[in-house]
């Protein structure tokens, strides 16, 4: 009998350690603070979209941890995120949140950049979509009457030549607008508002961003949107905007305006930072080198989070009606979209020096 209980207590202290082994790993030593740096001003896309999914990182990842978001905007998100790459601890208490804005300097190799996206672990990648719209005093009351706009100086709030808007104003020169950009804006929330003030005549802004604060400007008759970039099916073609069905895309405005498809280099090199810069629009990254049982912790924390209904409906009417892409296809298709050819690299750099004097 005494030997029974002997055994007894042994199985009983071996499972309690078990279990107490079983709760840590998913506690994981998960700070209390999260800082997620978002290396952009408050009011645009990317701030949107971290203010809205960072309550729900505190609910599902355990121990409940507080999300603070840091906006360190600068150099269209080069400087926080250089920042980052340099400061930022492998504890778990540090993660970034990046843009296209992000994503293009690094495949152009910008000499601004510091950071190496191979020393990071993506959890997240959110696809994203955008709309193109112009003041109402343009007499433009549809993309039908873009070509009211020929001739028309259109002042356009940018970040820079490389920067989320790169295939916006290779659309914009492909439709044949006369847009003069004015370069230095700290995100798109900063152009948004140069729009407001009526200083720029034209402006962009990905979806989370117009959705929150455009489409009040559209109801109050104080913009006209034009067109939206469309999002890519999985065969790879652009098709409408699930978030946008009722506007055209940009392929089909300039259908519209030259009777024939798009194509040649400027469409080709379009095409690829759309595919690059919209697919992976909106990224979760953490330190590769961060405990793997926290970094397991965070994931299945955000795979809970993407399965919530409330999450679900809210991130339609937040962020748009996309499907976010988690677990080890986010590392692996975002390496494949940011890669460049050296000739689409060469084609993009002369681009750049002749439009805007702008050296890679």
């Not at 990842?61 to 978001?69: A, D, G, N, Q």
């Not at 005093?137 to 993309?143: E, H, W």
């Not at 913009?223 to 506007?247: C, T, W």
């Not at 499907?323 to 681009?351: D, F, M, R």
């Amino acid at each position: 009998m005494k030997k029974h209980l002997k055994l007894l207590c042994a199985s009983t202290l071996i499972f309690g350690s078990l279990l107490t082994t079983a709760a840590k790993a998913e506690t994981a030593d998960i700070p209390s603070t999260i800082n997620w740096t978002i290396p952009f001003g408050v009011g645009g896309g990317t701030d949107v979209w971290a203010r809205f999914i960072a309550p729900y990182l505190t609910k599902y990842i355990p121990t409940h941890p507080t999300v603070v978001i840091k906006n360190q905007p600068g150099g269209g998100s080069i400087t926080g995120t250089n920042l980052f790459y340099k400061r930022a601890r492998s504890d778990g208490s540090d993660i970034l949140g990046t843009s296209a804005s992000t994503l293009f300097p690094f495949m152009l190799g910008d000499k601004r950049v510091r950071y190496n996206f191979d020393k990071w672990m993506p959890l997240m990648a959110s696809p994203t979509g955008g709309v193109v719209y112009v003041q109402p005093n343009l007499g433009v009351k549809s993309a039908a009457d873009i070509d009211k706009l020929n001739g028309v100086t259109l002042p356009f709030g940018s970040q820079g030549p490389t920067r989320l808007e790169l295939p916006v104003l290779m659309a914009f020169e492909m439709l044949g607008l006369d847009v003069k950009p004015v370069f230095g804006m700290k995100s798109r929330g900063a152009g948004r508002l140069a729009f407001e003030r009526g200083e720029a005549k034209i402006d962009f802004q990905t979806t989370s961003a117009y959705i929150n604060s455009v489409e009040d400007l559209v109801k109050n008759h104080k913009a006209i949107p034009l067109f939206s970039l469309g999002v890519m099916n999985e065969d790879g073609k652009i098709v409408r905007d699930p978030a946008f069905p009722n506007l055209p895309t940009f392929q089909e405005v300039y259908f519209q305006k030259y009777g024939k498809k798009p194509s040649g280099n400027e469409y080709t090199a379009y095409s690829k930072f759309l595919a690059a810069g919209f697919a992976f629009q909106k990224v979760i990254f953490i330190p590769a080198n961060t405990p793997s049982d926290i970094i397991h912790a965070y994931q299945k924390g955000i795979k809970e989070m993407l399965k919530d209904p409330q999450f679900i409906k809210d991130s339609i009417v937040q962020i748009g009606p996309y499907k976010n892409i988690v677990g080890v296809n986010v590392a692996q298709h975002l390496q494949e979209a940011t890669k460049i050819s050296p000739e689409l690299y060469a084609w993009v750099a002369k681009w750049l020096k002749q439009k805007f004097d702008y050296s890679l």
